[in-house]
């Protein structure tokens, strides 16, 4: 079992959509969790960060996580095609080690 | 602005030769890393440094050296004895406090090994 898991996609989602986006992980411990979008031949840009149960809003982007359930998600509301890239979930139980996911590559389509 | 700069944005080099790659922050940042990223595969650490003069191995260290003598500055080398260095190479940085805080990337360097 992968540390972090992401469903690879594509996801596809019209434009003006909402756009759901998830991630498990397997360390009880984790205690940081993070989503960054990669844009093809680009570095990875942090998006979100949440660190305790609920919701966190911040523009279109909602990070949701479930500490019981061990998953993160992340709700991306009126979708552009500019936001079409491969998201990236990370966490971290508290050391210096950030694990990632493989990433989801979403396509909003116009 | 403060940011992560990355040199050069696209490396080629022949095999047998080391190469060092830049990594310079001006984000005050105590602590800094590198990953290799490959396709298909999730982001992989290399190395990583909490405070200056100071190092620890990731993951895949073999074949990767690093050095830390100021604290806006981590070069990576790759070394002849990395077996498959072709890759996108990432610095990223973070404030101290172990995982609470956001980690940053630079826009990093592709490496061409032929």
């Known amino acids: 079992q992968k540390e972090v898991e992401q469903n690879s996609g594509p996801l596809s989602v019209p434009e003006g959509a909402i756009a759901s986006l998830n991630c498990t992980y397997s360390d009880r411990g984790s205690q940081s969790f993070f989503w960054y979008r990669q844009y093809s031949g680009k570095s990875p840009e942090l998006i979100m960060s949440i660190y305790s149960n609920g919701d966190k809003e911040d523009g279109r982007f909602t990070a949701q996580l479930n500490k019981a359930s061990q998953y993160v998600s992340l709700l991306i509301r009126d979708s552009q095609p500019s936001d079409s890239a491969t998201y990236l979930c990370?966490?971290?139980?508290?050391?210096?080690?950030?694990?990632f996911g493989t990433g989801t590559r979403l396509k909003v389509l116009a | 602005d403060g940011g992560i700069t990355q040199s050069p944005k696209y490396l080629f080099r022949k095999e047998g030769q080391n190469v060092t790659l830049s990594c310079e922050q001006n984000?005050?940042?105590?602590?800094m890393y590198w990953y290799r990223q490959d396709p298909g595969q999730g982001l992989r650490l290399i190395y990583y440094?909490?405070?200056?003069?100071?190092?620890q191995k990731g993951d895949i260290a073999e074949g990767y050296s690093v050095s830390r003598e100021k604290k806006e500055s981590f070069p990576l080398t790759v070394t002849s004895a990395q077996k498959n260095p072709t890759a996108f190479y990432l610095c990223?940085?973070?404030?101290?406090?172990?995982?609470?805080?956001?980690?940053?990337f630079g826009p990093g360097t592709r490496l061409t090994v032929t």
């Open positions: 440094s909490q405070i200056v003069n100071d190092f």
């Open positions: 990370a966490v971290n139980r508290g050391t210096y080690k950030y694990i």
């Open positions: 984000l005050n940042h105590d602590a």
């Open positions: 990223a940085s973070s404030r101290p406090g172990q995982g609470t805080y956001e980690q940053y």
